[in-house]
């Protein structure tokens, strides 16, 4: 979200700019111009507009779409773009009808230009601070209960684990690493559109989930228990296993470990075994700039053990503090 934002201000700086260039050059002479520009002005709101509630009511399904390269997706653009033609249609009628009202013209092309400064400096704070400090988030699964509940609204720290160079997926001025134990943001690390994972398409949603293996670690789980690097991680506090001793059979792999451990790097293991994984996984060597994450609630938890690791470039921020609802307000460990 931060992405888009940071782009429609641009835009809004953009119009702004250029507004002050035809007022003061007097440019706009015709009913064609005039209309034309407020139109500009009217779609770039109605597209700005639509795609802020569109993705809102995404938000609420925890699918945080993030800008790649400029690619929109339909969900975004289609109804974007519908708003934006419609609310041009009748920019431009209102401009061009206007224009022969020198008092009317001068009302609508001030309004446009104070309303673009506004939007510029509003939305442009607003992204800088969500993309490099701090984002609000909400929890929507049980995945990681008990330490984070359904309905749960938290802050996360962005800039712990370094500022992020925008668009190039790297960072820069870490505080501290992402360390086993964190809890950590990040977007899905699939990139294909097209695979279902977990029973539907995960792409470039939000999730949360807790590191539990750094790179170079293995990980493996045997009848449930978390085992890394040959030992098993008992010390796990948070964890909680609502199935109790019942666990799915041991699988008859027909996978050879190479082939296994490339399988589960490019996040198709859980297409290749299906729920196997739960109880039985690995072993796997986390890869380099990587991470496994798990969630929890370990046996209601669509995480690494099914759709692979997750890149470095990915990690949004560590969870920091929830402070909604006022009886759950804490520190996230």
């Avoid at 750094?214 to 789980?221: A, H, L």
């Avoid at 890394?228 to 296993?241: C, D, I, L």
């Avoid at 293991?269 to 039985?280: A, F, G, S, W």
Wanted: glycine share 6%; with cysteine.
């Amino acid at each position: 979200m931060e992405e888009r934002l940071f782009f429609i201000g641009i835009f809004m700086a953009a119009y702004a700019y250029l507004s002050r260039y035809f007022k003061e050059n007097k440019t706009l002479d015709t009913p064609n111009k005039a209309g034309a520009w407020h139109a500009i002005f009217c779609a770039l709101a109605g597209f700005s507009i639509c795609l802020v509630m569109v993705m809102s009511m995404l938000d609420t399904r925890a699918t945080f779409i993030s800008l790649d390269v400029a690619v929109f997706s339909p969900t975004e653009l289609y109804p974007s773009l519908a708003a934006a033609l419609i609310c041009a249609i009748i920019g431009f009628w209102r401009g061009r009808s206007s224009w022969d009202k020198i008092e009317t013209r001068q009302y609508y092309l001030g309004e446009d230009l104070e309303w673009a400064d506004t939007v510029f400096s509003a939305v442009l704070l607003a992204s800088v601070l969500m993309y490099f400090v701090v984002q609000a988030f909400k929890i929507p699964s049980s995945s990681m209960e008990s330490t984070l509940l359904i309905g749960d609204h938290l802050f996360v720290n962005k800039f712990i684990y370094g500022l992020r160079v925008p668009l190039a997926g790297k960072r820069v001025f870490s505080l501290a690493p992402i360390s086993r134990g964190d809890v950590i943001v990040f977007q899905f690390p699939d990139d294909d559109m097209s695979h279902l994972h977990c029973g539907s398409v995960q792409y470039r949603k939000d999730f949360i989930k807790r590191v539990v293996g750094v790179p170079g670690d293995v990980i493996q789980v045997v009848d449930g228990q978390l085992i890394r690097n040959g030992q098993p991680v008992s010390a796990e506090s948070y964890a909680q296993y609502l199935d109790g001793r019942s666990r799915y059979p041991r699988p008859v792999d027909p996978l050879t470990p190479q082939a296994y451990q490339e399988i589960w790097s490019k996040h198709g293991l859980d297409k290749e075994l299906q729920d196997m994984e739960r109880d039985y996984f690995g072993p796997v060597t986390v890869p380099e700039h990587s991470y496994f994450a798990m969630g929890d609630n370990r046996d209601k938890s669509c995480d690494s053990r099914y759709w692979g690791p997750v890149d470095a470039k990915d990690v949004k921020g560590k969870a920091w503090f929830i402070y909604w609802p006022p009886s759950r307000m804490r520190v996230v460990r």
